[in-house]
């Protein structure tokens, strides 16, 4: 939203941007009226949609909206005030009068005092001497007892009057009015009838609803606004109270978008932005192409849900995501995802998860940037979703937002997956904010793992809380069709073979090992000289995002050892070890599986590694027969037991006789190998696991319901983070 033009009597300027609308709305009878999930419900649509301004009508006086703010934790923090029934015009940027707004509709005004004593002869008007009033003189006033003779006093003074709910009775300056200050507000701010919404429920809101602009009469309105607005063409009637009405008007305008019953949370975008275009994942496998085939984008779009994510991009190009795909961006400064993703959760809590303690760092600074991301993510969240919706979580990125949620919305249903491996206890527990994060975990409702393993390294963690999600065992699987039928497509050419090559595809990170790699294939050659210019080691290891320097000395060591070993046993055209430092689009990758004959998985520590499935598929879809070596720290590894080579990265022996194996086995061996792992690939495709994840955390909902320990929102979002409600809530 633009700067406001100066209130206090600078030159006239636009204060719109083109998909700014604006929603009038009287408070009490209508914004304020109606059931507590109604409020909440139109609270979080404005705070979803921060191009709709938010102007107060109200007969309330300043320090009366302000109580009320303070007091109304689902109030939306308001850019005007229309006070006084339209005598004050205030601007919340500061809370000031806006002396050159209010000038001509206090024109003629006699003052208080005055209007009392003219008005003292009749004894039927009770002043309402509990309310502050400027610019106006209120009244109580029984509906029997207003008469002409009353109301022509009034006009004798030079001033207008408006009478609302068989009770209330306001003197005014004869230009005031909601509707005339509105009129003020439109001439100064260039807004145009067709941006402004006007919401109310009686007669001192009529002027408002003559203005020409869209209108809402709510439910429990008077009678006698209905009948005074029927004939307005564009004036909606509902048979809805107070908020409820209002957000049903905006849906019907096409201004807010309704909530949703699914919101998927992860730190990322599931499409990558790149020179300034969208770009889809080059794999149809991994947790990114999975959900967004969960979500029905570009297919039947039948899971009523919403990918809520972070970006560094401004608002204005977080705004236009990709077409077809539910996504909402939540903006965040670049210094504050560098501190929350490059280093909190790469160098403090990456080094606990993979079980490597000893690389554990803590900065105070980098987890404040952790705590305020997570909670930025809470208000995201909740801001998309539906009273009592599901919200699908994932990874480590995000483990504060449970506990946060749960604060703010324990109405939503709240589970977590865990793609990364999940440590056990004595491990975590190295952890500065283990206890921190540990409360948060025991908020959710379902904790999801790729092995039985790291589920009851959880549930070990968890032990004694006096709260224990719900725990479920769900292996993600790939594409095995899509890969099947790319690998049959690639051209013969591409799949020749030359030598024997060995073949990792892993992305730049101590966890997979790769200097531990280089170092026994190295020993495995000084030992067979008969394998140097036979074998060829082909590492296919893109960099980190970026910024990330987590993996530096990873890289250092790894480029270090591939030199050595390349100049300690290099001939002829032949070199041990090709590395290929860079993101390979997924055709060309499948062309490296479909050349490997052995596939070499030695991570530390890893989710289920998918390049494995991938791998396999690839080879039994062409009628090959590789040979799959895997840690036995992967997950993958429980669910090939006795069927692959497992290795364990951890001794350097073991690495280089499994790999000794591997290469010995003859074409018969190596076959049956390829025939049996194959047939082990029996897990769900992506989009049934998405599916069942999802229906497995309503399920662990329903159940929590069934306790009796569901709650009630008690405010709709924390006063924390970047939202525009954080923000406005700071200045109450």
């Known amino acids: 939203m633009g700067s406001p033009a100066d209130p206090h009597g600078g030159p006239d300027r636009a204060d719109t941007t083109p998909r700014e609308r604006v929603l009038v709305t009287d408070l009490d009878g209508t914004l304020l009226a109606g059931d507590e999930d109604s409020r909440s419900r139109l609270r979080h649509a404005l705070d979803r949609h921060p191009d709709i301004t938010v102007v107060y009508a109200t007969g309330r006086s300043l320090s009366s909206v302000r109580t009320m703010l303070a007091e109304e934790p689902l109030a939306p923090w308001p850019r005007w005030i229309i006070a006084d029934v339209g005598a004050s015009i205030i601007d919340t940027t500061d809370m000031s009068h806006s002396e050159s707004l209010e000038r001509p509709l206090r024109t003629g005004w006699p003052g208080r005092r005055r209007v009392r004593r003219a008005l003292r002869r009749f004894p039927q008007l009770v002043p309402q001497d509990a309310v502050v009033q400027e610019g106006r003189c209120s009244y109580y006033l029984a509906a029997e007892h207003l008469s002409d003779e009353i ?8 001033c207008s009057w408006t009478y609302s709910a068989d009770l209330y009775f306001d003197v005014l300056p004869a230009c005031a009015g909601k509707g005339p200050a509105l009129r003020e507000l439109m001439r100064r701010l260039h807004w145009p009838r067709a941006h402004l919404l006007v919401a109310g429920d009686s007669l001192n809101d009529l002027s408002l609803f003559r203005l ?29 109270d107070g908020a409820a009405a209002v957000l049903h008007a905006l ?3 096409g201004w807010v978008e309704r909530p949703k019953r699914v919101v998927i949370g992860y730190h990322r975008p599931p499409w990558q932005r790149y020179e300034g275009r969208w770009r889809q994942p080059a794999s149809p496998n991994g947790i990114l192409p999975t959900l967004v085939s969960a979500l029905g984008a570009g297919a039947d779009g039948r899971l009523d849900a919403v990918w809520a994510a972070a970006t560094t991009e ?6 236009t995501v990709p077409p077809g795909l539910p996504l909402a961006l939540l903006p965040l400064p670049a210094g504050q995802w560098a501190g929350y993703f490059h280093r909190a959760c790469k160098e403090t809590l990456w080094p606990a998860l993979v079980s490597q303690a000893h690389l554990i760092r803590h900065d105070p600074a980098d987890w404040a940037d952790y705590e305020a991301v997570n909670a930025a ?60 994060l540990c409360a948060s975990l025991a908020q959710l409702d379902w904790a999801g793992f790729h092995t039985a393993a790291f589920a009851g390294n959880f549930r070990s963690l968890l032990a004694g809380a006096a709260r224990m999600p719900r725990i479920g065992v769900h292996p993600l699987g790939i594409d095995r069709q899509a890969v099947a039928s790319l690998a049959r497509s690639r051209p013969a050419a591409a799949t020749g073979r030359d030598g024997t090559v060995i073949l990792s595809v892993e992305r730049l990170d101590y966890a997979k090992a790769p200097v531990q790699k280089i170092h026994a294939l190295a020993e495995l050659l000084d030992r067979q000289p008969a394998l140097r210019g036979r074998v060829h080691y082909r590492l296919v290891c893109p960099p980190p995002e970026q910024g990330i320097r987590a993996y530096d000395t990873t890289r250092t060591e790894l480029e270090r050892a591939i030199t050595q070993i390349n100049g300690l046993w290099r001939k002829g055209g032949w070199e041990p070890v090709e590395y290929i430092p860079r993101t390979l689009p997924f055709e060309e990758v499948v062309d490296h599986y479909l050349a490997a004959d052995v596939f070499w998985v030695a991570s530390l520590a890893d989710g289920m590694n998918l390049t494995a499935q991938e791998y396999l598929t690839a080879q039994a879809a062409t009628g090959r027969s590789g040979v799959l070596v895997l840690s036995r720290h992967a997950g993958a590894a429980a669910y090939v037991k006795g069927h692959a080579l497992l290795t364990d990265p951890h001794s350097a022996h073991d690495l280089v006789e499994k790999l000794r ?12 190998h390829t025939a049996r792992l194959a047939g082990l ?52």
Not at 151 to 158: D, I, P, R, W, Y
Not at 391 to 416: A, F, I, M
Not at 661 to 672: I, K
């Open 151 to 158: 109301t022509t006093a009034v006009e004798e003074l030079g």
């Open 314 to 319: 401004d608002a204005s190009t977080a705004a």
């Open 661 to 672: 194996t591997a290469l010995a086995m003859t074409p018969a061996q190596r076959q049956a």
């Open 681 to 732: 690939l029996s897990t769900p495709t992506p989009a049934e696991w998405a599916r069942t994840i999802i229906a497995a955390i309503g399920d662990a909902g329903a159940a929590r319901a069934g306790s009796g320990a569901t709650g009630r929102p008690r405010r709709p979002l924390p006063k924390t983070g970047c939202s525009r409600s954080g923000l406005r809530a700071c200045r109450r």
């Open 251 to 253: 849906e019907r305008l």
């Open 377 to 436: 993510f809470t208000q995201h969240v909740s801001a998309h979703a539906e009273y009592g919706a599901t919200v699908w979580l994932h990874d480590y990125n995000l483990w504060l937002v449970p506990g946060l949620l749960k604060q703010c919305r324990p109405d939503l249903t709240v589970g977590l997956f865990h793609h990364t491996p999940f440590p056990d206890p004595r491990t975590f527990r190295r952890l500065a904010a283990a206890e921190q």
């Open 212 to 240: 020409g602009t869209h209108g809402v009469v709510v439910g429990n309105a008077e009678p006698a606004l209905v009948a005074q607005v029927a004939a307005e063409p564009l004036v909606h009637h509902p048979e809805l």
